[in-house]
T-cell receptor
Framework: KAGVTQTPRYLIKTRGQQVTLSCSPI?????VSWYQQTPGQGLQFLFE???????NKGNFPGRFSGRQFSNSRSEMNVSTLELGDSALYLC?????????????FGPGTRLTVL | AQKVTQAQTEISVVEKEDVTLDCVYE???????LFWYKQPPSGELVFLIR??????QNEISGRYSWNFQKSTSSFNFTITASQVVDSAVYFC??????????????FGQGTELSVKP
């Protein structure tokens, strides 16, 4: 079974721009979660989507948004980029059962904001 | 509030040494789940183990073993006879049960393990 895939793997943007990252979950997985990893803050939960609906959300500003499509693929968007948004963005997929199940992570997208 | 603490920021050992990575968690829930992930330099988080709060049995998988103790809120990870390939950052994570907590992992700060030949 193919794992979680994320595109692009690397991205360079400038302040004020917006960016869209994509995540394709493991086949059969209906939940997709997004995390931001930075040296200072570590791994932080952004949001989770299940069946095209946002089911849970972390403490990030509204500039961070996401969506999920009917095939469970997910995108996250960051508008008006700031230098502090430079990070590794990780996507994870799981079956999405109500009881917490195991999340499997993709390789991440490394975003650099100049 | 939920919290995961990995007090060891960096550990350096010589190959074949045993090493234990500590993890202490805080939660008010009686139902919760604990995880360990490995992050090699490539960046991808690799799932190692999952434990639920009702299962305090220790687990062994090859050179890896985990010691879950609810009395001390700890979920420690031991690598026996470490190898260079074990060099990575290891994360302990917590998730609380309930439908409104789906998909939300709370991670510790990670322990960077360096195994030297």
């Amino acid at each position: 079974k193919a794992g979680v895939t994320q595109t692009p793997r690397y991205l360079i943007k400038t302040r004020g721009q917006q960016v869209t990252l994509s995540c394709s979950p493991i086949s059969g997985h209906r939940s997709v979660s997004w995390y931001q990893q930075t040296p200072g803050q570590g791994l932080q939960f952004l949001f989770e989507y299940f069946s095209e609906t946002q089911r849970n959300k972390g403490n990030f500003p509204g500039r961070f948004s996401g969506r999920q499509f009917s095939n469970s693929r997910s995108e996250m968007n960051v508008s008006t980029l700031e230098l502090g948004d430079s990070a590794l963005y990780l996507c994870a997929s799981s079956l999405g059962q109500l009881d917490t199940d195991t999340q499997y992570f993709g390789p991440g997208t490394r975003l650099t904001v100049l | 509030a939920q919290k995961v603490t990995q007090a060891q920021t960096e550990i350096s050992v010589v190959e074949k040494e045993d090493v234990t990575l500590d993890c202490v968690y805080e939660t008010r829930d009686t139902t919760y789940y604990l995880f360990w992930y490995k992050q090699p330099p490539s960046g991808e988080l690799v799932f190692l183990i999952r434990r639920n709060s009702f299962d305090e049995q220790n687990e062994i998988s090859g050179r890896y073993s985990w010691n879950f103790q609810k009395s001390t809120s700890s979920f420690n990870f031991t690598i026996t006879a470490s190898q260079v390939v074990d060099s990575a950052v290891y994360f302990c994570a917590l998730s609380e049960g309930g439908s409104n907590q789906g998909g939300k992992l709370i991670f510790g700060q990670g322990t960077e393990l360096s195994v030297k030949p």
